[in-house]
Each structure stands twice: as C-alpha cells, then as structure tokens.
C-alpha cells in the first residue's frame, strides 16, 4: 500500500507540474501586448515600461517561468492587474465561497442520488423507474444556465419565496443573517439537480450490475434478507464506480459553479475565474486553473486511495 | 467670440438646487428623510483602487466616477445638469484666474475642509503637484509635453493660493478643461509619509522622498480589505466617506458630516453592488432590490413590464472609431488617399447598426467631438453626416480617381499616378483593394457591426477579410507601430476625460501616444494646437470640421453608456452626467 501511495503522489507532483507549464506557456503564447491591453488606449510609454518592469514581462520567457515557479514554491501566486490584490488573497476570499456551494450541492445531490439509484435497480423496468429516469434525462439534458433562470423566475419573480442572487457577505456572516441562508438555495438546487440526474443513472446502472453477481446469489441462499443484501453486500460494491465518478467530475462541478455563480451573483471562484477572463486578469486565471487542477489531481489521487481501499484487488494488480 | 464665461456657469448650478429642493417629479409624494440607496455596478466592474492619483490600471470609470469622486473631490468639477461644463459650485477653487497674456494662472481655494476638520490648502495642491511630477507613470492623465511638463514653476503664496506659470500661452479655456482638470488635492496633513509608523512630514517635497511617500500611499490602496478602516482614507473632502469595503466589491458609503460643498446628502447610506453578469443584474431588477440600476440591451424589450422602474439611456462623453494602418506596407499608400477613406466611411451605414444592432440605444458619429450629449463644442458642420451610407457615392469616388470597381468582387487601380483621376501616389496599376480588418471578440454589436462592414464594403468591391482575435492581440497589434497590421477595431473608442474639452492632441497629431494608427496631417497639427492655445470656439470648430472631412479614423455608433432603470420612490438622480459620475447627495426618496 506504501509503494502504491509513493508512485500515485509522485505521478500526481508530476501532472501538477505539467499544468503549470502548460498554463504558464499559453498565456505566453498570447499575441499581443498584455501592458497595453491592461493600460489602455490613453497609457503613455512610461506607464507602458513601468507596467512591463513590475510584471517581469521584459524578461525572457524561461525566466518569468523559473521566476513564476520560485514564486508558487513559496506560496506567491502572482498579483491581479485589475482586482488590485493578490492571488491568493483573492482565493482565500472566493474559493471557501465555492468549495460551501460545491460541498452542499454534492452531499445533497449524493443524499438523493445513491437511494434513488438504488430504487430504481430494485424496481427496474417498474413505474418508479420510468418516471425517475425520464425526470433524470430532463433534468440533465437541461443547461445549467437555463435550469438557473428557470429556478429564479419560479421561486425569486413568480412567487416571491427566495432570493435572486446568493450570498453577498464573507462566508463567517452567513449564519448571522438567515437571509445569506435563503440566498444558497437556488445555487445549491441548480447544482445539485443536475449532479442528482448523472449520479443517480450511475447508480441504478452499478446496482444492476452487482444485482446479478455471484456473490449475491450466494448471500441471498445463505439466506440475508433482501435489505440484507442491498445495504450489506450490494451498495458497497455499487459504490466504486461512483467514487471514482465524484473524482473525476469535480472539473465538470467547477465549471457548473462558474455558470452557477455567474447567474446567481455568489462571489465564488467561478465568478473569479469569469471576471478575470473578461477583464484579462492573467495571474489570476493562472491561479484559479492551477488550484483546479490541484484539486482535480487531488481528488484523482484520494478517489484511487480509496478505491484501493475498498478494493484490494487494485493494490494488487498495481 | 468667447467660447463661454466660466463665471456664468456658477448660476446654473443654483438653479438646479431649487429645482432638485422643489422635489420636481414627485407629484405630491412625501419627501422622506433617510433611507440606503442602492447602486448597481456594471458587470464585472468593482472599485479596486482608492488613491485619487490613479495609475491606468486603474483608471476606470468604476473607480474614479463612481467612487474615488464620491470621497476626493478635485480640484475643479466637471459635469452640470447633464453637460459637460466646469461646476464651480461643486469645485474646490474659484474659477482660475489667466494673467500674462495666458501664461500664468492664478487659482484661489475655497474655504472647505477636510473631513477631520482641516482647511483644504494650497499645501494640499502642492502635494499632489510634488507627487505627480515625480511619479509619471504613476497617474494615468499624463501626456509627454503636456501637464505637468508645461508648467514651468509653481508657487504657493498663502494657503489660499496657487499660482502656476506655463511654458507659453495657452487657451484658457483648454487649459482648465484638460490640464487643471487633473488635480486632486490630497490631505498633506494625513498623507505626506513613507510608512505606517512614520510621521507626517514633508517628504513630497523632495523628489525621492516624494517617490517613497507615492510608494506608500499606492501600497496602502493595494489593501483592498483595509480600505473602510485604514486612517489614511477616513479623511476625506467629498460628501461621503466608506462604511464597509468588501474585496468583491460591495460598498457602503454613510455621508460626510463635515462636507464643505453645497448639497449635503440626505439619505443616510449609499451602497454600491456588483454583478456578475448584465443576467444576474436583471434578475435582482426584477424582484425590486435596485434603486438605480441598468437594464442589458439584450432584454431592452423587457423594460416596460419592470413597472415599478423608469427608464432613461445613459449616454457618454465619448465617440468611438476604429483606425486603419497609415504605415501598413500595402495599404498604406490607399489610406493615405482622402477620396479612399471617404469611399469607406460612406459604406458605414449607421443608421441602420444603430436600429438593428443596438435596438436604436447609441449615438452615431460624424467627427470626434460627439454629438450627444448636447454641447457646445460641437460644431454646426459636424451636426450632420459629411459621408452618409451611399454605396452609390463611394463607388462613384473610386470610379473618378482610377479604380475600376467590380461590385462583390474585388476592385483593382487601373489607372495608377498622382495626377487628376488617378489612383494617388504609391498606389500601383492592379492593386487590389483588399484589406484585413482584425476586431476583438467577445462582443456581439462589435462583431455584427464588423459583418455588416464587410457586406457593406462588397457593394463597392472592397474585399474585406475579417479576423477575430483577442482584445490582446487586436490592440497590440493596433499600437504595435509595425507595417504589418492593417485595420484595427479593438471595440471602444475614446472618453474625454480627465481632458474634456474635445481636442485631439493625445489621438490626432503627429506622433501622438494615442495615434495608433500613424495618421499625421501638417494641417490637422496645426488645427490642434490652435485649440490648445485659443479662446475661440471656432478653432475647435475649425479642428473638428477638417477632422471630420479628413477622416484620420473611420467613425461608428457609439452605444449608450447603460440603460438606466431608476426606482419611480428615487428623485435627484436625473439628469445623468455624461461623464458618469454619480451625485447620490442629490438623491431622496418618496413614498410612492
């Protein structure tokens, strides 16, 4: 397990490296000058070789990198052009924001998602099953964008139950104001109701496949209970293609936060990440992409952890 | 004939206070006292900067119009019942005084006080003077040779007074408008030191400590999370001073008790909010939580159906332009030929992009003073449309000076030369009028305008191939000063301000930092110094008439700033500035 847990970090140390090239050499690859696209029209030459010396943007690129890197090492993740803060800074503000709709939206979707997966194996081919999967389809058919609005105009225009927007204090004042509260249930529920419709299909599937399993039928003539079977034996086993599912969707989560608090106007790091792409904040969407990718590796390698914990077959075949 | 006299325009403003004290447009409403107002900012646009001397990052309407103005006020004020007109009510300083034939101005401050309870002195004039000069980058109004490069000495002889003697004689009217209009005076009482715990001194006064002490105050506006609680900017000398900052944005303002100016607000608190997107704007306008807010052009249609709102364009000091590469190695030859630049702006069809495109929500533009909101710069020829849509009249230009024009193909020069009928100089027998015209993605209107160009300019056999590319690269290329680039539109145009008096000194003359595109005309220099140094209207008139007819850019709609959506219960806010500054001081609410 030791020699398993070595090769995954180090492959991990590996990929985050690469992102950091990757990231680093696109912004690079850029035409165009990035002082003047900041400054604007009006900026003079001074302003322009001011500008270029503070960034070390008149340094050549292999430099800016090797600086670039020597400031990550030491937790410097540059400083934003335009917000007027640093990169960190700026996600110790925005990233607790998202990681609280990310965290609810995906408890409550795996809250609803597992048993309703599981309802729907049970009862295949059944009238539950037809209208879950056909609920499922449409829900994730559905844009988030416009699952979103749908949501505002029904319970913030129509009939008046709910904020339009999110939260707008620091994360420490949300339980202060219960309005900050009410502020999270649209974003949570344009979130969590997609993830509820992939994880639920993902689900119903595993439970089928395990449904059939040898090791069923054995536990089933030693004579466990039907529940027995489902909660002891069979949920286990469904739940490995989820976990690694819930690792590999957390960019795919990302992105759904970034559509979700634009609409919502939650001042998470999805906001971040789409303001500073139209305002061409580069250290800052470096930052945000490098934490995502971090966080997707993460969440790889914990998901394989866990896996091989759950399954040891995997740390043998390894 | 005098462009205008600065004196009279302080009896404007005292009208405009008895018609806001009347509570005009209440119709017998109760006038309440108190209440918060709320603002919507733009989006994606937050205040990010507090220091009044703003570098060009900046240097933005968010954070200078519509925050930093709130608490620093300058010098002299800009903006007055919805013009552009110097407001010495809401000034600092008198009117300044021009002596020596317009080479020594002389201004006299106010009796206004800081918030603390300080007089605003000359001292504090001289702070921000000692700062400027020795930080040139470091304030975004600066233009090489220009202020503060063509003052030659300054001095300060009691604290009322500051006395300024330039390199020559200037108009005072320019003057004022594009050069005084840059000071801010800063509290050198409160400000003048190079760390947290150094004391107060008169470090400005020395060039290098003045860098240090500009180094510190840049610092201390980096800290965004202090801003509503670090002393430096607790003093203040507009009508409002900070209640909270939060870094996404959202600000509460509470009024200045010991604001010298005029109009004392009246609500107790008023707050900024930002927005993600025009969407997330729009839904929180539809539940009723903005005072003052802006609907997106896009759902324009739905303006009637907020009932509870009013709606009014918002238009800006500004005009807008893309420019062609006088310098471009292939065109440039056909650029530099008038007949072929009026040709192409004759197939710019603004009336039409502004109904189409914008839903009928932008200006269009004949030359660079804009045309709306109404001024008095702008001249009687320039009222009108020099070069309005005409295919016809394009094809016409070209056929007469030695182009055989082939409609939705591509027109070549078939009679090359410099005399009458030929193609001008450099131009060479069978040259293609072909072009490249990069613009910036990421806005609908701008790629709409670009495709209607490019159908436009077939009917006359201009091939034009269009290209997408970041606002980065369209921009570095625009002002890349290469010969490869040929037609830019990095989607804005211009804002006069801080220099708004239209004169086009930064954008139109020879060499200029701001004329990305090369254009240089010995007469159209010539036009643009004589504004600079008259008094008389008809020299701007004289630049902006030759402007116009010369088209050193090719002009486009402008669209309006924002849709404004205004409670009906909110009064004071209208007119709006066309320099989008906000007056919440002026605003109340009524019952209904």
């Known amino acids: 397990m030791t020699g398993f847990l070595v090769r995954r970090v180090a492959q991990s140390t590996l990929v985050v490296l690469g992102v950091t090239v990757i990231t680093f050499v696109l912004t690079k690859l850029l035409p165009g000058g990035v002082a003047r696209a900041i400054l604007g029209v009006r900026a003079s030459p001074q302003a ?18 090797l600086y670039y890197l020597g400031q990550l090492l030491h937790g410097n993740l540059g400083f934003s052009y335009h917000l007027n803060q640093s990169v960190v800074e700026l996600l110790q503000d925005h990233l607790p924001k998202t990681l609280i709709l990310l965290t609810i939206s995906t408890l409550l979707a795996l809250a609803i998602a597992v048993p309703l997966g599981m309802l729907q ?22 844009p988030p964008f416009w699952l979103a609005l749908i949501l505002i105009i029904i319970f913030a225009v129509n009939l008046n139950l709910l904020p339009p927007q999110g939260p707008q204090g620091a994360v420490s004042t949300y339980l202060d104001d219960p309005s900050q509260i009410l502020g999270l249930v649209l974003p949570v529920m344009s979130l969590a109701l997609v993830t509820i419709a992939l994880f639920s299909r993902y689900m119903r599937s595993s439970m089928l496949d395990n449904l059939v399993q040898d090791y069923v039928r054995t536990a089933r003539a030693k004579g466990v209970s039907t529940t027995g079977v489902l909660y002891r034996h069979v949920l286990r086993n469904a739940l490995i293609p989820i976990v690694t599912l819930l690792g590999l969707s957390l960019p795919g989560i990302f992105s759904g ?25 580069y250290p800052v969407l470096l930052g945000v992409t490098l934490v995502v990718a971090v966080a997707t590796v993460v969440g790889n390698l914990l998901a394989d952890v866990f896996y091989a914990v759950v399954d040891p077959r995997v740390r043998v075949t390894e | 004939m005098r462009i205008h006299d600065l004196r009279a325009v302080t009896i404007l403003p005292l009208m405009a206070l008895v018609l806001a004290a ?41 954070n200078l119009s519509q925050f930093i103005e709130l608490m620093y006020r300058p010098l002299y004020w800009f903006g007055q019942n919805g013009q552009v007109k110097l407001n010495s009510d809401l000034s600092l300083a008198s009117d300044p005084v021009y002596s020596d034939g317009g080479k020594t101005v002389t201004m006299k401050l106010k009796n206004w006080k800081w918030s603390d309870g300080a007089p605003i002195t000359s001292r504090d004039v001289q702070f921000w003077m000692n700062l400027y000069k020795a930080n040139l980058g470091g304030y975004c109004g600066y233009t090489p040779k220009y202020f503060p490069d063509n003052v030659t000495s300054m001095s300060y002889p009691d604290p009322q007074t500051v006395v300024f003697s330039l390199d020559k004689a200037y108009g005072s009217y320019w003057f004022t408008y594009n050069e005084l209009s840059q000071i801010t005076p800063m509290p050198q009482h409160a400000w003048d030191k190079t760390s947290d715990s150094s004391p107060v001194g008169d470090y400005d006064m020395d060039p290098k400590t003045a860098v240090d002490v500009y180094k510190y105050l840049d610092g201390q506006s980096k800290t965004l999370g ?15 001073k900070l209640k909270s900052f939060s870094t996404e944005g959202a600000v509460a303002m509470i009024p200045n008790p010991g604001y ?21 704007e729009f839904n929180v306008l539809h539940s009723g939580g903005i005072d003052l807010g802006y609907i997106p052009t896009e759902s324009v249609s739905q303006k009637d159906s907020l009932t509870k709102y009013t709606f009014q364009p918002w238009i800006g000091w500004q005009f807008v332009y893309f420019q062609e590469n006088f310098n471009n190695a292939i065109n440039g030859a056909i650029y530099k030929q008038l007949y072929f630049r009026q040709a192409m702006q004759h197939l710019v069809d603004q009336t039409t992009w502004i109904s189409q495109i914008f839903k009928g929500y932008a200006v269009p533009t004949y030359g660079p003073v804009p045309i709306q909101p109404a001024s008095q710069f702008v001249s009687p020829g320039e009222r009108n449309n020099p070069y309005p849509y005409d295919p016809a009249a394009a094809i016409k ?90 037609m830019d539109n990095w989607g804005g145009g211009w804002i006069y301000a801080p220099d708004y008096m239209p004169t086009g000194e930064s954008l139109f003359s020879t060499g200029a930092g701001s004329n990305g595109g090369a254009y240089s005309d010995s007469k159209m220099d010539d036009l ?15 630049y902006e008439d030759y402007n116009a007819q010369q088209l050193p850019v090719i002009f486009i709609p402008s669209a309006d700033a924002a849709l404004t959506m205004a409670k009906k219960t909110l009064h004071g806010w209208d007119p709006q500035d066309p320099l989008l500054q906000i007056y919440p001081e002026n605003w109340y609410f009524t019952s209904s």
């Open chain 2, 260 to 280: 010298s100016g005029p109009v004392k607000p009246t609500i107790a608190e008023f707050d900024l909010q930002p927005y993600t997107t025009g969407t997330a």
């Open chain 2, 397 to 486: 230009l070209l056929t007469d000076n030695g182009w055989t024009v082939k409609p939705g193909g591509v027109s070549t020069c078939s009679n090359p030369g410099t005399g009458t009928g030929q193609c001008g100089a450099g131009i060479a027998s069978g040259q293609k009028a072909s072009f490249k015209l990069e613009y910036a993605s990421g806005t609908i209107a701008v790629t709409q305008e670009m495709e209607a160009l490019k159908t436009a300019f077939s009917k006359a056999g201009l091939e034009l191939n269009l290209s997408e590319n970041p606002f980065n690269t369209v921009i570095g290329d625009a002002f890349g000063g290469t010969t490869t680039a040929d």
């Open chain 1, 257 to 281: 936060a970034l559509i979700t608090e634009a609409i919502f106007n939650y001042p998470g790091m999805g906001l971040l990440f789409w303001n500073s792409s139209q305002s061409r904040d």
């Open chain 1, 121 to 142: 194996a049970v009862r295949r081919n059944k009238l539950e099953d037809y209208f879950f999967t056909s609920l499922s389809f449409a829900l994730y058919s559905m």
């Open chain 2, 22 to 62: 009347c509570g005009t447009g209440t119709t017998g409403a109760n006038k309440l006292a108190g209440g918060t107002a709320t603002f919507a900012e733009l989006p994606a646009a937050t205040p990010s900067y507090i220091l009044p001397m703003t570098s060009c990052k900046y240097f933005s309407v968010t």
């Open chain 2, 528 to 542: 643009i110094t004589a504004t600079t140094t008259s008094n008389d209207v008809q020299a701007l008139y004289a």
């Open chain 1, 48 to 65: 322009i070789a001011e500008f270029n010396h503070e960034n070390g943007l008149d340094l050549p690129a292999w430099q800016q990198y």
């Open chain 2, 226 to 240: 202090t801003f509503a609680t670090n002393p430096l900017w607790q003093v203040v000398s507009g009508p409002w």
